[in-house]
């Protein structure tokens, strides 16, 4: 009987542990989810003057992180480095530091008008470029009865150190830094460059040309903004909508 009685004390107090290992309010919500490919860890908000410059927004973003095997965090504040291809999560004091090979997809409401800023791996997409890594933030998404497109661009930094000689050809005493934006179109996931000439891409609007070469000029876009070609294929949707319907 007294056997009987310590062993039920003991699952008890398993229990009381393993409760509150799950319970305590005082665990962030990253804790509480003990997944896998995190590290926790603590470090200031700047490490060095530039440190700034590697991430794609400096200040912390609002949104929702999917892993590689679905599971999604949810409402969390984060930051995407480039330079080191992580994603670091805040939840209370700490810092989790996720690597983007975990990672399936992101987003971030835009704090302007709330909308979800998109992001989406490297590799899930055909044709990839060997020298990028990381995400593509997902400009648009247009479909037609055929196909569907991708409007994506592809954020680099590289950081160019001081030289401490001033003897050395082309030597200088600040440290650069250097921001680089590419597009692509993905035509039902195949990556296609778009060049920053415009006359170099209109074999992408097949079979509408002529009509799309007119349509740029006009309004005189580029190949070179945001704003600018998300113009350009959204008038290239409506003409395939037009056509097909």
Request: glycine residues 6%; proline residues 3%.
């Given at each position: ?84 291809h992580i994603l670091e999560v805040k939840d ?129 876009l580029t190949f070179r903004k945001k704003e ?18």
């Amino acid at each position: 009987m007294k056997v009987s009685c310590l062993v039920y004390l003991f699952f008890l107090g398993f229990l009381t542990v393993a409760y509150g290992q799950v319970s305590d309010p005082d665990m962030g919500v990253l804790e509480k989810s003990h997944l896998p490919g995190f590290i926790k860890e603590r470090k200031p908000e700047v490490e060095d003057l530039h440190s700034r410059n590697y991430y794609l927004n400096y200040s912390w973003q609002l949104g929702s992180i999917v892993l590689k095997g679905g599971i999604e965090i949810s409402n969390v504040l984060f930051k995407y480095d480039i330079i080191r291809h992580i994603l670091e999560v805040k939840d209370n004091l700490d810092i989790y530091i996720l690597s983007v090979k975990s990672v399936d997809s992101f987003y971030w409401l835009d704090a302007n008008n709330g909308k979800k800023i998109l992001f989406q791996p490297v590799d899930s997409y055909y044709n990839a470029p060997e020298a990028i890594f990381g995400f593509f933030e997902v400009l648009g998404t247009f479909k037609s009865i055929e196909d569907k497109f991708e409007l994506l661009i592809h954020h680099s930094v590289w950081l160019y150190p001081a030289t401490s000689s001033v003897s050395l050809s082309g030597s200088h005493k600040s440290n650069d830094i250097f921001w680089r934006e590419d597009f692509y179109l993905s035509i039902d996931g195949e990556l296609n460059k778009l060049d920053r000439k415009r006359k170099n891409n209109y074999s992408l609007f097949s079979p509408y040309h002529q009509e799309m070469r007119e349509f740029i000029r006009k309004k005189g876009l580029t190949f070179r903004k945001k704003e600018d070609l998300t113009s350009i294929f959204s008038q290239y949707m409506i003409l395939v909508s037009d056509t097909r319907n």
